[in-house]
């Protein structure tokens, strides 16, 4: 693909607020000029916001103010003025009652910060799960020319000699203490391994996963996902991010001539050959639905089917982020992909550059950490979407961290009705199950938790742990973290909380999993299950607060991405932009 520059120079869009010699224009220069701004910065020259994820409360982008300045000292070396813009910041570890909550509503602040405030460009800056896709949400509805650089992954975690993975770890231990197998104060003694420098899971969690994702969309520099926070060339990356966004603002080079169908196709196919996380398709179908690009649920699977799993890191693998850098990165996995025929070369980056030519001549490093296709973690990976009359609109499991005996079975379901009669019984001895039957879980979609939170991969009853078993069919609504694993039924649409088959399940029931022919069925009658429908109710709506009702009234099921149904499509160009 061949992109065409606009002409320059042209009237910026921050002109509109600090050009000329009007009151307004005297006005909103000499507020700006109390922080100590030369005149002859608001001569014309592109005003970038760094839109900035920082929080403290947001532990994996505590330390992107540092980032933030290099971003700056981008933006001056290509003549550009940057103004520094903190926004709303969705933290995994600390909000409740789930991140994914607030994912629209982080989205639509964004949008509005852009659009109101004089920018002619936005550099995002991301790092925690939802910050990434929140952001590119918000530039895709405005169409400003944006560019993402992420915080980068923590270093590896060490304990007693055993890579410590975030989050895969923190469920193994916690599963291995239920089984007697490991004690609370070794528990405690591994919290200090977790976590020990500043960044985001250095596993291929989410966090890894949608940084993976923004550069397989071309939306960042390539080799931008792996490097590790604490590495020096995340510093340099995020300069170059500042310089490159000026030249972006002349060119007007903007999220819709990158964000193409064809970069969407890019995106899905590089998800299988990571190991990516689940919840990357709720995200990217969501980014897809602002920018316009028709992409459904079974894209997913249809794209990402036939692609290996080539990275081994955990959870599938053994290894974290900071090998996948140092053995080359996305961009040999991107180069791979190409060589397979699955890869669409042409596509666009905000390089301005083809993909192709980003990653034609990098090399592998490491051949154990980035395998060779003949030695996969699977050769089938991607994302596999289930349907059936428990799914009717989809579910999703990941392959690449399921058990493979587990891919064909049946077994009866053991119900919880949401996720406090889940805690209420787990534990309970006297709890009528074993590894043969199937754990379902209702009411955690979009609309039920509320939110969709990160209860999927539900951890097993002690008496089946302590047999030494590892793993059990699990079904929800909800989604599962991307750090974890197991042979786990996701994101079941319709949800429960919305009157879909998974709200009729009782204990007892019969349920086939059959991933390789892509079927998830409820094993009654038709009759049967129809008239347990029709004697549903739906449980009551009980929102917190005023975005929880907005929440709860206008989000739209995990088949579509769970945006809220208003905010769908790209909605035109901000205010003050000129049309080219």
Same mark, same amino acid.
């Given at each position: 693909?061949?992109?065409?520059?606009?002409?320059?120079?042209?009237?910026?869009?921050?002109?509109?607020?600090?050009?000329?010699?009007?009151?307004?224009?005297?006005?909103?220069?000499?507020?700006?000029?109390?922080?100590?701004?030369?005149?002859?910065?608001?001569?014309?020259?592109?005003?970038?916001?760094?839109?900035?994820?920082?929080?403290?409360?947001?532990?994996?982008?505590?330390?992107?103010?540092?980032?933030?300045?290099?971003?700056?000292?981008?933006?001056?070396?290509?003549?550009?003025?940057?103004?520094?813009?903190?926004?709303?910041?969705?933290?995994?570890?600390?909000?409740?009652?789930?991140?994914?909550?607030?994912?629209?509503?982080?989205?639509?602040?964004?949008?509005?910060?852009?659009?109101?405030?004089?920018?002619?460009?936005?550099?995002?800056?991301?790092?925690?799960?939802?910050?990434?896709?929140?952001?590119?949400?918000?530039?895709?509805?405005?169409?400003? @020319? %944006?560019? $993402?650089? !992420?915080?980068?992954?923590?270093? =590896?975690?060490?304990?007693?000699?055993?890579?410590? *993975?975030?989050? #895969?770890?923190?469920?193994?231990?916690?599963?291995?203490?239920?089984?007697?197998?490991?004690?609370?104060?070794?528990?405690?003694?591994?919290?200090?391994?977790?976590?020990?420098?500043?960044?985001?899971?250095?596993?291929?969690?989410?966090?890894?996963?949608?940084?993976?994702?923004?550069?397989?969309?071309?939306?960042?520099?390539?080799?931008?996902?792996?490097?590790?926070?604490?590495?020096?060339?995340?510093?340099?990356?995020?300069?170059?991010?500042?310089?490159?966004?000026?030249?972006?603002?002349?060119?007007?080079?903007? @999220? %819709?001539? $990158?964000? !193409?169908?064809?970069?969407?196709? =890019?995106?899905?196919?590089?998800?299988?050959?990571? *190991?990516?996380? #689940?919840?990357?398709?709720?995200?990217?179908?969501?980014?897809?639905?602002?920018?316009?690009?028709?992409?459904?649920?079974?894209?997913?699977?249809?794209?990402?089917?036939?692609?290996?799993?080539?990275?081994?890191?955990?959870?599938?693998?053994?290894?974290?982020?900071?090998?996948?850098?140092?053995?080359?990165?996305?961009?040999?996995?991107?180069?791979?992909?190409?060589?397979?025929?699955?890869?669409?070369?042409?596509?666009?980056?905000?390089?301005?550059?083809?993909?192709?030519?980003?990653?034609?001549?990098?090399?592998?490093?490491?051949?154990?950490?980035?395998?060779?296709?003949?030695?996969?973690?699977?050769?089938?990976?991607?994302?596999?979407?289930?349907?059936?009359?428990?799914?009717?609109?989809?579910?999703?499991?990941?392959?690449?961290?399921?058990?493979?005996?587990?891919?064909?079975?049946?077994?009866?379901?053991?119900?919880?009705?949401?996720?406090?009669?889940?805690?209420?019984?787990?534990?309970?001895?006297?709890?009528?199950?074993?590894?043969?039957?199937?754990?379902?879980?209702?009411?955690?979609?979009?609309?039920?938790?509320?939110?969709?939170?990160?209860?999927?991969?539900?951890?097993?009853?002690?008496?089946?742990?302590?047999?030494?078993?590892?793993?059990?069919?699990?079904?929800?609504?909800?989604?599962?973290?991307?750090?974890?694993?197991?042979?786990?039924?996701?994101?079941?649409?319709?949800?429960?909380?919305?009157?879909?088959?998974?709200?009729?399940?009782?204990?007892?029931?019969?349920?086939?999993?059959?991933?390789?022919?892509?079927?998830?069925?409820?094993?009654?009658?038709?009759?049967?299950?129809?008239?347990?429908?029709?004697?549903?109710?739906?449980?009551?709506?009980?929102?917190?607060?005023?975005?929880?009702?907005?929440?709860?009234?206008?989000?739209?099921?995990?088949?579509?991405?769970?945006?809220?149904?208003?905010?769908?499509?790209?909605?035109?160009?901000?205010?003050?932009?000129?049309?080219?």
């Amino acid at each position: 693909m061949t992109f065409k520059p606009a002409k320059w120079p042209r009237k910026l869009r921050s002109q509109k607020w600090f050009g000329g010699t009007s009151r307004d224009a005297i006005y909103h220069r000499g507020w700006m000029k109390n922080q100590g701004l030369p005149h002859d910065l608001f001569d014309g020259r592109p005003v970038i916001g760094i839109l900035n994820t920082w929080s403290e409360l947001t532990p994996c982008n505590a330390h992107l103010n540092d980032l933030a300045q290099r971003v700056k000292h981008g933006i001056y070396e290509a003549g550009g003025l940057p103004v520094e813009v903190p926004v709303f910041s969705t933290s995994e570890s600390g909000f409740r009652p789930t991140a994914m909550m607030f994912r629209n509503l982080a989205a639509m602040a964004v949008e509005e910060a852009m659009r109101g405030q004089p920018m002619d460009g936005c550099v995002l800056m991301v790092g925690c799960d939802k910050t990434t896709p929140s952001l590119l949400m918000a530039a895709a509805s405005t169409d400003l @020319p %944006s560019i $993402v650089v !992420t915080g980068g992954p923590m270093l =590896n975690g060490y304990f007693r000699g055993e890579r410590v *993975g975030s989050g #895969t770890h923190l469920w193994k231990f916690s599963e291995a203490v239920k089984a007697g197998e490991m004690t609370a104060a070794d528990f405690l003694e591994a919290e200090a391994s977790m976590s020990r420098s500043p960044g985001s899971c250095n596993t291929m969690g989410t966090a890894s996963t949608m940084a993976s994702m923004a550069e397989a969309l071309g939306m960042a520099l390539s080799g931008n996902a792996a490097i590790p926070a604490v590495d020096s060339r995340r510093r340099v990356m995020a300069q170059l991010t500042g310089r490159r966004i000026v030249q972006m603002v002349k060119d007007d080079l903007k @999220p %819709s001539d $990158v964000m !193409t169908r064809a970069a969407f196709e =890019n995106a899905i196919r590089t998800n299988g050959a990571i *190991g990516g996380s #689940t919840n990357a398709v709720v995200h990217l179908l969501a980014i897809a639905g602002r920018v316009g690009v028709d992409l459904t649920l079974d894209d997913w699977d249809a794209l990402g089917r036939d692609v290996a799993t080539i990275v081994n890191l955990m959870p599938s693998g053994k290894y974290l982020m900071e090998e996948f850098f140092y053995a080359g990165g996305l961009p040999v996995v991107l180069k791979r992909l190409g060589e397979a025929g699955l890869l669409n070369k042409d596509a666009l980056t905000v390089a301005g550059e083809t993909m192709w030519d980003q990653v034609k001549d990098v090399v592998n490093h490491n051949e154990d950490v980035i395998l060779p296709v003949e030695k996969a973690l699977t050769q089938h990976g991607g994302i596999a979407v289930l349907k059936g009359n428990l799914a009717p609109k989809g579910a999703v499991l990941k392959p690449s961290a399921a058990s493979a005996h587990l891919l064909t079975h049946r077994g009866r379901a053991v119900v919880f009705e949401d996720i406090d009669d889940y805690k209420r019984k787990i534990n309970d001895e006297a709890l009528d199950i074993d590894e043969t039957c199937v754990m379902v879980l209702k009411n955690c979609g979009p609309k039920g938790y509320p939110g969709m939170a990160e209860v999927g991969n539900m951890g097993l009853p002690p008496k089946v742990l302590r047999k030494g078993i590892t793993d059990m069919v699990r079904i929800s609504d909800a989604r599962m973290s991307g750090t974890a694993y197991g042979t786990v039924v996701l994101h079941t649409s319709p949800e429960a909380a919305a009157g879909g088959p998974l709200a009729v399940v009782r204990d007892g029931d019969m349920i086939e999993l059959d991933v390789p022919n892509r079927r998830l069925h409820l094993d009654i009658p038709e009759a049967e299950l129809a008239a347990r429908l029709a004697d549903w109710t739906p449980p009551p709506d009980k929102p917190a607060s005023g975005y929880a009702w907005l929440h709860h009234a206008h989000v739209e099921g995990a088949d579509t991405g769970a945006d809220l149904d208003f905010l769908k499509g790209c909605r035109g160009a901000p205010v003050g932009r000129d049309s080219h």
